[in-house]
């Protein structure tokens, strides 16, 4: 049986160490093709609050979301990386993991993972939980440090992984990727997997404990809070059902600590708005002139479905305050557009 294919993961330096810059730094790690649950560790398979981890975790798919077709889970542990097969895995690969994916005991290391929880969410009845969003994180680190807040300034993967602050490697298989997707969509669907599509998927996910320990070390208590509540609400966001996520784990509560504090940080929730049929060119505005203008307003995150959907919806999460102004502003664009 031939010896599966290895990889580096780059993990945080001892203090007094050089800063990790280059990929061929950290331990050599085996990349494992996962098509049956007991391929994987028994720890991920049933978490623990004795055996809490940390974890590497994305999706890749054809046209991920809701209606697509997720193909590959990636999981990156300090000493190997699990690409989950849900194309010859199937179902019962994907819902063994559902424990760890739900679990608060394992954190999940991701980079915008609302298509991800749609997915999950909508195809297998997994509830994406307990997730450090990089993105997220970015966001919240430049706060922090006192820049202005750009609406719409999302950064991508492989941005955040060219910041010498976070990784400072340059990532250029990423494009040669998203090239040979459009072309053909269905790129992740196909078997066998080549050595391309091993490479690419680990490359995916083998960077996020290095990133994810070098953002932590950043943020402050607030910033943490808003970065676990946000995660949850991100997962949350395309997963709209009939019972307002009644189902779904508690929100992180606001610490103690923070409480006590004159400046208490406020409650942080998700609200999904209704955009009459049709309307929504006209509600986000030309170049979403009109969405930009909102979020300048009331520095709340809004995100729409898109070609992937669902449609006619619009997200928004905050705090109570920014959220309340955004709706309020939302629904007089639709007034605007009913009368005019």
């Known amino acids: 049986m031939a010896s599966p294919p290895k990889t580096h993961i780059p993990l945080p330096p001892d203090p007094g160490d050089k800063s990790l810059n280059s990929e061929t730094c950290g331990p050599s790690v085996p990349i494992h093709v996962v098509t049956h649950s007991t391929q994987l560790p028994e720890e991920f398979l049933h978490p623990s609050t004795e055996k809490q981890m940390v974890i590497g975790f994305d999706c890749e798919g054809a046209d991920l979301c809701r209606q697509g077709?997720?193909?590959?889970?990636?999981?990156a542990f300090p000493n190997a990386i699990y690409l989950v097969d849900a194309i010859e895995g199937g179902e019962a690969l994907v819902k063994a993991c559902k424990?760890?994916?739900?679990?608060?005991?394992?954190?999940?290391?991701?980079?915008?993972?609302?298509?991800d929880s749609e997915a999950l969410y909508f195809q297998f009845g997994i509830k994406l939980h307990n997730v450090v969003d990089t993105q997220i994180a970015y966001?919240?680190?430049?706060?922090?440090?006192?820049?202005k807040k750009v609406p719409d300034d999302y950064i991508s993967f492989v941005g955040l992984?060219?910041?010498?602050?976070?990784?400072?490697?340059?990532?250029?298989?990423?494009?040669?990727?998203?090239?040979?997707?459009?072309?053909?969509?269905n790129f992740w669907t196909y078997r066998p997997l080549s050595e391309l599509m091993v490479r690419a998927a680990a490359d995916d996910v083998r960077f996020l404990l290095l990133i994810y320990h070098k953002m932590v070390e950043r943020l402050n208590e607030r910033s943490l809070w808003y970065l676990a509540v946000r995660g949850a609400l991100y997962c949350r966001c395309f997963c709209i059902n009939d019972n307002n996520f009644a189902d779904w784990p508690a929100l992180p509560p606001v610490p103690e600590t923070l409480i006590a504090d004159k400046q208490a940080s406020e409650e942080e929730i998700l609200s999904v708005l209704d955009v009459p049929p049709g309307k929504m060119g006209c509600i986000i505005g030309k170049r979403g002139a009109n969405i930009l203008e909102?979020?300048?307003?009331?520095?709340?995150?809004?995100?729409?479905?898109?070609?992937?959907g669902p449609p006619d919806k619009a997200f928004i999460i905050g705090s109570v305050k920014q959220v309340k102004k955004a709706e309020a502003m939302l629904r007089g664009k639709m007034l605007h557009v009913y009368y005019h």
């Open 161 to 185: 992984l060219a910041d010498p602050q976070f990784g400072g490697i340059s990532y250029d298989e990423k494009e040669e990727v998203r090239i040979l997707l459009r072309q053909d969509p």
């Open 99 to 115: 424990p760890a994916l739900e679990s608060s005991y394992i954190t999940k290391v991701i980079h915008d993972c609302k298509r």
């Open 69 to 75: 077709t997720l193909c590959i889970m990636q999981l």
């Open 139 to 147: 966001s919240l680190i430049k706060e922090q440090e006192g820049q």
């Open 294 to 308: 909102i979020k300048e307003c009331c520095s709340a995150e809004i995100f729409f479905g898109g070609d992937k």
